[in-house]
Structures are given as structure tokens and as C-alpha cells.
């Protein structure tokens, strides 16, 4: 028989017919049972002091505010074979690292926002789109490589983050509202041919930019008209 650590006291069933543990218990580690298919915020509701958590390989689905201000919380390791991270799932959370598989093709509004000791997060390869708010104001993120399925980065994805630089995609179609904004560090980014839409103040408050690469072809609105900073402005050559 498997060792589960956590007590479980109860279980139930969202309306989607998935299958969630409750656990009750004051252990710092908490591993799912492998019949749990998903989780949500009742699961853990009475496990406040939980550190660390350990994905059992039959997970599918993490449902929105699950660990939402579980401020103990600094590790997860998550399973492949997930495949939906809910909105502010993770929210104000003290993870310092995250990897999500690349079964994972949504991850919601807000997931990682005010996680201030998140620094490093390997995407997964499936994701097609960075919803609103997914990483804002994740403070010590230093580094994030988005991937090449990445079609949309949507409004406030990465506001207040801590990069210098920023890899966006070759297939990349559009960067929504305010993306960038409050983001100090960053000093260059270059924005792929295939970028056709730039949303007004992407890069506002962006103190340190000094370089920014258009499109061979852009034909969007004026520039200099979504962000407060003075900076070399050229069109990628041929």
C-alpha cells in the first residue's frame, strides 16, 4: 500500500464529476493519493501549515484559489499528465520555483500573481496563451522563457517582474495591455515578425528599457505612444 502523507477526512466531487481529497491535517508534506484527480481550494482548507507538495500521476486538474494564500507553501512538484492550472491557483503563495509539464495547455488569470519569491519557472511547451495577471508582480523572477506555442500574452501577465531581458516566441501574435509595466530591469526586448498587435502602455514605467525591436513589418499603432520611456526604436532587418 501506497504511503499518503497528510490525513485524509473526507472526499467529493465537483460538478465536472472529478474526484478531490480533503485533507485535515498539520503536516508540512502533503502527497495526493493516487485516486485523486483533482484538487481544490476545500482541499486543503484545513491544512494550512502544508510546505510541500507532491502530485500523484493520475492529477488532472487544479482548480481555481486552491493554495491561494497558503503563505507556508514553498515547493510543488507537479505530475505529468496535468493538464488545467485554475486562476490564482497559486496566488500569494512562497514558491521559489515552478516547472509545469508540458501535458498543461491552460493556465489561468492570475495563477502565480504576488508569489514575491518565485525566480525561476519553466513553462510548458503546450501553452498557447500567458492569461492576465498570470505572474504579476512576481518581484524576484529573474528569468522566464516563453514558448514557442505561445500565440497571446494577455493584459498584466508580467507587471512588476524583475527580468532584465525577455525570449518572446517567433509565432507570437499579441501582446496584450500593460504587459510589461512596472517591470524596472527590463533593458531589450524584441518583438518577433509575427507580432501584429501591440496594446496601448505595454511598457510603461519600464525605467530601464533602452532598446526595442519592431516587426520588419509592423504597421500597428505609434510606439512611442504605449509607453512613457525614451528609447532606440528600430525595425529588425531582413
Known amino acids: 500500500k501506497d504511503k499518503v502523507f497528510g490525513r485524509i477526512s473526507d472526499y467529493g466531487m465537483l460538478g465536472s464529476g472529478y474526484i478531490y481529497p480533503v485533507f485535515n491535517t498539520i503536516d508540512t508534506l502533503i502527497e495526493l493519493p493516487v ?8 482541499s486543503f482548507i484545513n491544512a494550512l501549515k502544508m510546505e510541500k507538495l507532491l502530485c500523484n500521476d493520475n492529477l488532472v486538474y487544479i482548480n481555481h484559489s486552491t493554495f491561494k494564500d497558503h503563505v507556508n507553501l ?4 507537479l505530475n505529468n499528465g496535468l493538464e488545467s492550472i485554475g486562476l490564482r491557483a497559486f496566488l500569494d503563495t512562497h514558491l521559489t520555483e515552478i516547472v509545469i509539464p508540458d501535458s498543461v495547455t491552460y ?6 500573481s504576488w508569489v514575491t519569491t518565485l525566480e525561476r519557472v519553466k513553462m510548458s511547451s503546450s501553452i498557447q496563451s500567458i492569461d492576465e495577471y498570470c505572474f504579476n508582480n512576481c518581484k524576484s523572477l529573474m ?3 516563453i514558448p514557442e506555442s505561445c500565440k497571446v500574452i494577455e493584459s498584466d501577465a508580467f507587471t512588476s517582474c524583475n527580468f532584465e531581458e525577455i525570449n518572446l516566441p517567433n509565432g507570437l501574435e499579441r501582446i496584450g495591455n500593460k504587459v510589461f509595466s512596472c517591470c524596472s530591469r527590463l533593458r531589450q526586448v524584441v518583438i518577433p515578425d509575427s507580432c501584429q498587435i501591440l496594446v496601448d502602455d ?10 526595442l525591436e519592431l516587426p520588419r513589418q509592423y504597421r500597428g499603432v505609434n510606439v512611442r505612444d504605449i509607453t512613457e520611456v525614451q528609447f532606440e526604436i528600430r525595425k529588425q532587418s531582413k
Open 35 to 42: 485516486w485523486a484527480e483533482c484538487v481544490c481550494y476545500r
Open 74 to 77: 514553498n515547493t510543488v512538484v
Open 107 to 112: 493556465v489561468g488569470a492570475g495563477a502565480f
Open 143 to 145: 528569468k522566464i522563457d
Open 202 to 211: 505595454i511598457f510603461r514605467n519600464c525605467d530601464s528599457l533602452a532598446k
